[in-house]
């Protein structure tokens, strides 16, 4: 059995994961890891780009687009180890950052989870920790209060900003662009929630963690470059998976006022974007008139979505 099993879940970005790819080998060094790319149907010849660059990466190719999480799962019944690192292919991992965390798992036996620091690819700190959301906070983001005060404390406290996150920590949850995963816990509590398409899946791992009596930690001595909103999915499809998500979320770890709540919230905000939608994409020509239809389809499909989401299992 392999000690690290590292994921990367790709989607349509080739370069960029050949350049995840080559990073986490040059950061296995030392360990004895395996590299395995787990491709969700990509149409830009990533799998075979991948196999073409390096024959000792593994590749699995899910065609059905399963998801992220759903994608590390089966990877990880792949390839048997007893350490998980999944990241996504947007990810560059720093040198010696891998066996950083390896030895930081080593050294703290309860811990089922721990991240680096986030950089961006100008070297600027990127947000690598949160707290577990709270209605409140919820409710702020969907009637786009955090939008008009970007800086308010809600959500400096919401990514940790209270405290001095440049040495080892607790916390919540790490950002989900890539973790280090102790195997044991992983399979223990079920792996991945494939429930998550996109969005929370890794709030949602690490609360149940947690539950379980696992710490989950950020490392800031390991680092990686994470280089924001590579896929090429569309913004209207990630906004209507991030809100089905949230109130998955909500549905899963609250109380069932609080997740009808923020429902209601998420309904009320998609019908009113979709009249505000008309006036900014007047339908005066075919260009614009085809924008406002994909938009507005998309509003559609996510109050469709949160009338007919099924119950969920709770803690």
């Given amino acids: ?37 787990a491709d969700n149907g990509s149409t830009d010849g990533t799998a ?33 180890s007893t350490h ?32 680096p620091a986030l950089v961006y690819a100008d070297g600027t700190p990127q947000p690598s920790a949160k707290r577990f959301p709270t209605l409140g906070l919820a409710l702020g983001e969907v009637v786009g209060l955090h939008r008009l005060v970007p800086r308010n404390r809600w959500v400096g406290r919401f990514y940790y900003e209270d405290r001095d996150l440049t040495r080892d920590a607790l916390v919540d949850t790490v950002s989900g662009a890539v973790m280090l995963l102790r ?29 379980r009596g696992h710490t989950v930690a950020l490392c800031p001595a390991a680092q990686a470059i994470h280089q924001h909103g590579a896929s090429t999915r569309q913004t209207s499809v990630r906004q209507v998976e991030y809100y089905l998500s949230y109130v998955r979320y ?9 997740a009808a709540i923020l429902r209601a919230a998420v309904a009320a ?31 559609v499909r996510l109050l469709r979505s949160l009338g007919s989401a099924p119950a969920v299992r709770t803690r």
């Avoid at 991948?50 to 390839?79: H, I, K, T, W």
């Avoid at 399979?187 to 539950?211: K, N």
């Avoid at 909500?250 to 609080?258: D, I, N, Q, T, V």
């Fill in 48 to 80: 075979e780009a991948v196999r073409a660059a390096d024959p000792e990466v593994a590749v699995l190719v899910n065609a059905d687009n399963p998801g992220y999480g759903a994608a590390v799962n089966r990877a990880a019944a792949a390839l048997p």
């Fill in 1 to 37: 059995m392999t000690d690290t099993a590292v994921i990367v879940v790709s989607y349509n970005t080739r370069e960029l994961t050949l350049q995840a790819v080559a990073a986490a080998r040059k950061a296995s060094a030392g360990l004895d890891a395996r590299v395995l790319v």
């Fill in 250 to 258: 909500f549905r899963k770890h609250h109380r069932r006022g609080s």
């Fill in 84 to 115: 998980v690192c999944a990241m996504n292919a947007d990810v560059v991992l720093e040198p010696e950052s891998l066996l950083t965390l390896r030895r930081f798992l080593d050294a703290n036996g309860t811990c089922g989870l721990v991240g």
């Fill in 183 to 211: 195997r044991e816990a992983f399979d223990a509590i079920g792996r991945f929630d494939e429930g998550f398409w996109m969005y929370f899946e890794e709030t949602d791992l690490c609360r149940r963690l947690q539950d």
């Fill in 269 to 299: 905000s998609t019908l009113a974007r979709m009249g505000a939608l008309v006036v900014k994409y007047p339908p005066v020509d075919r260009r614009r008139t085809a924008s406002l239809r994909a938009k507005e389809a998309a509003c």
